[in-house]
């Protein structure tokens, strides 16, 4: 069974532009799926209709084959909702914010805190019970909007920035969490702005631009048409490059080299021909990586 699956999905805001323009997208049970886009894409758009948070104009859309339309309540138990806005309670404690949550889809508040116990755990919260939301960092923040979207044990979760804010140790113990949880059967779709964490998580992706999905396959398939990369080089010195033939090199300073390199080259060859006049690559890193450089071909086309 799939778990989302949109047909011609529309949406117009009054007096405004389309923010969705006739959407048709599958999302298999058990992928772990990207959305990408620019701010303004339709990303959020797309979200806030399965979820009933906004309406939408035509078309149709199912939640694991329950239609949004005539089984709304149905299709909601299925999904659970990582927004991008903190949006609970400042003044409530963490334990009774996730269990308010549970008692919204009719779990008794004593197995509400069992529950509670097990979700806060594994996110890094339960020290943090008692303590009011207000008190907590920002990273936390963050999972504890993860912990009460999976009070009720949603098969499908929607992860909109989930990691917005987050500093980079928080950012990538979410990471091995939210993978955890899709390898043990949980439908996850992500919007977000860091395009590594799609190339990091993801299996498939699609990306949107102006209310319209300008490329949807896996994320293995649309990284193979990266047809080059640009690399920064650090060497203990800058050759003439008019000697390099193979290569477009472009200093930047005494001790850097920009280079793109296409698919019938390589860092390896580079720096052969480099030490034939005797320059060393010190250091090599990409100026972009694969996922960035995808999205700015696709989005400049």
């Keep these: 069974m799939n778990a989302i699956e949109i047909k011609n999905l529309k949406k117009k805001y009054k007096n405004g532009p389309w923010a969705l323009k006739g ?28 979820t009933s948070v906004l309406n939408k104009t035509s078309g149709k859309a199912y939640v694991f084959g329950h239609d949004i339309d005539k089984e709304l309540d149905q299709a909601k138990r299925m999904i659970g909702v990582v927004p991008q806005e903190f949006n609970f309670n400042i003044f409530e404690t963490v334990f009774d914010i996730v269990c308010t949550q549970a008692g919204y889809f009719g779990i008794p508040w004593a197995k509400a805190g069992e529950r509670a116990e097990i979700v806060l755990k594994q996110l890094g919260l339960w020290e943090k019970r008692n303590a009011k939301s207000m008190s907590l960092s920002g990273g936390m923040k963050r999972r504890l909007m ?24 928080l950012r990538y ?25 799609v ?26 048409t990266v047809e080059s990369q640009t690399y920064v080089l650090t060497v203990n010195r800058v050759p003439n ?17 920009e280079v793109e390199i296409g698919i019938n080259g390589s860092l390896s060859s580079l720096a052969q021909e480099l030490s034939l006049n005797d320059v060393e690559i010190m250091d090599a890193r990409p100026k972009n990586n694969r996922m960035d450089q995808l999205f700015l071909n696709l989005l400049k086309k």
Excluded at 149 to 169: S, Y
Excluded at 181 to 187: A, D, H, V, W
Excluded at 199 to 224: F, H, P, T, W, Y
Excluded at 241 to 257: A, G, Q, R, V
């Design 23 to 50: 959407i048709d997208l599958v999302v298999e049970e058990g992928d772990f799926f990207a959305l990408l886009g620019a701010n303004g894409a339709g990303k959020t758009t797309i979200i806030g209709i399965l």
């Design 241 to 257: 490059c008019e000697k390099i033939s193979k290569y477009n090199l472009n200093p930047i300073d005494d001790s850097t080299l």
């Design 199 to 224: 190339e990091q998580l993801c299996k498939n992706v699609a990306i949107i631009k102006e209310g319209e999905i300008i490329a949807n396959d896996s994320v293995r398939n649309l990284l193979n």
């Design 146 to 169: 993860i912990a009460r979207a999976l009070m009720h044990e949603p098969k499908l979760l929607l992860l909109d920035e989930p990691t917005a804010g987050v500093d980079v140790e």
């Design 173 to 197: 113990e979410t990471w091995e969490y939210i993978k955890d949880l899709n390898k043990n059967g949980t439908t996850i779709i992500l919007t977000t702005h860091y395009l590594e964490e």
